[in-house]
């Protein structure tokens, strides 16, 4: 099994960008999808979840209202708009897999991340 994020780069104040997440050997109905972030001398923490059969979506705070998780179950892609970036948005990005729910840190598979940076 495999995740690989890509979609990120650099996007002034205000912009957008949608990260994607390729997910092989998954049936994506089978777990919880997230996106996570760490941010600069920052704890990495939870932003979007989608859980096993797309029942439920969860935000962290900071970020309802501007981003949007989703999914492609015959493409096996995750994805994460982000509208309305702000420079605290700057942090590498990770596509995160479950077999039972979105934990707030500890996820069974793990991509690499991409990077985001929001410029003032």
């Known amino acids: 099994v495999q995740l690989q994020a890509s979609g990120g780069g650099l996007v002034q104040s205000g912009g957008t960008l949608r990260l994607s997440c390729e997910l092989s050997?998954?049936?994506?109905?089978?777990?919880?999808l997230g996106w996570y972030r760490r941010a600069p001398e920052k704890q990495r923490e939870k932003v979007a979840c989608i859980s096993r059969g797309s029942r439920s979506t969860w935000y962290t705070d900071s970020v309802k209202g501007r981003f949007t998780i989703s999914k492609d179950n015959s493409k096996k892609m995750l994805y994460l708009q982000m509208n309305n970036l702000k420079p605290e948005d700057t942090a590498v990005f990770y596509c995160a897999a479950d077999d039972y729910q979105c934990w707030d840190n500890t996820m069974d598979y793990w991509g690499k991340g991409t990077l985001v940076t929001v410029s003032s």
């Open positions: 050997g998954f049936t994506l109905d089978d777990y919880a």
